[in-house]
């Protein structure tokens, strides 16, 4: 009697062992669905970044461009006028 005692014991601790592992097994197959969604997600975030980096860098070089433009309008008139300071102080 003790033998069979054991066994249905042991079956017992076998099928609550299995059944927590199906348990577990169900919570990791849940979060790992949870994190390729996340995964994917960022994905999709790191692509839009990506295309809005490429976008500013070229509204950068625009304006750089430009900047460079406008200095080098700039400097003659500069020069013009520092010519006509010294001059005029030359005068004095």
């Given at each position: 009697?003790?033998?069979?005692n054991a066994w249905a014991g042991l079956a017992v601790a076998?099928?609550?062992s299995l059944s927590l592992t199906a348990c577990k097994d169900t919570k990791?197959?849940?979060e790992n669905e949870q994190l390729k969604a996340q995964v994917t997600?960022?994905?999709k975030q790191n692509g839009q970044m990506g295309n809005d980096l490429e976008t500013m860098t070229a509204a950068r070089d625009a304006l750089a461009k430009e900047n460079a433009a406008l200095k080098t309008e700039k400097k003659p008139n500069k020069s013009k006028r520092s010519a006509?300071?010294?001059s005029s102080r030359r005068h004095r």
């Open positions: 009697m003790t033998r069979r076998v099928a609550l990791t197959l849940q997600e960022l994905q006509k300071k010294a």
